[in-house]
């Protein structure tokens, strides 16, 4: 099992920034590929950006490249969520996810076997 723990959300103005993280332990040496989700009230959860084990392929969603990044650092078993230039439309609750296979572009949207219990962003007008 892999237990994943999401930590800094809260509430921002619009066109600032915050820092998500996610914290996995447990039998992390089988994860590969990290995500992100997000889902706003009356709508369904949506696909953010995922990470592969290395660092070197990342997937975003249209509505989030080039104002979110995602990055993780294995020797702590974390991975982050750096979102700048929020917008309202942004708020939502915010899960951390974990898949034990490799993907790429679309494939990355789903497959996950462990999720995080989520962190509430509120982007304010």
């Known amino acids: 099992q892999v237990q994943l723990v999401e930590s800094g959300g809260g509430l921002v103005q619009a066109g600032g920034s915050l820092r998500l993280s996610c914290a996995a332990s447990?039998?992390?040496?089988?994860?590969?590929?990290m995500g992100w989700f997000r889902q706003a009230p009356g709508k369904e959860r949506e696909f953010v950006t995922a990470?592969?084990?290395?660092?070197?392929?990342?997937y975003y969603a249209d509505d989030v490249k080039g104002r979110f990044t995602a990055s993780r650092d294995n020797a702590k078993n974390t991975v982050y969520l750096r979102m700048n230039s929020l917008k309202p439309e942004d708020t939502a609750v915010y899960y951390c996810?974990?898949?034990?296979?490799?993907?790429?572009?679309?494939?990355?949207?789903?497959?996950?076997?462990?999720w995080g219990q989520g962190t509430q962003v509120t982007v304010s007008s």
């Open positions: 996810a974990a898949r034990q296979g490799d993907c790429s572009g679309s494939g990355c949207y789903a497959g996950y076997d462990y």
């Open positions: 447990g039998r992390t040496f089988s994860i590969n590929t």
């Open positions: 990470i592969n084990w290395s660092g070197t392929r990342t």
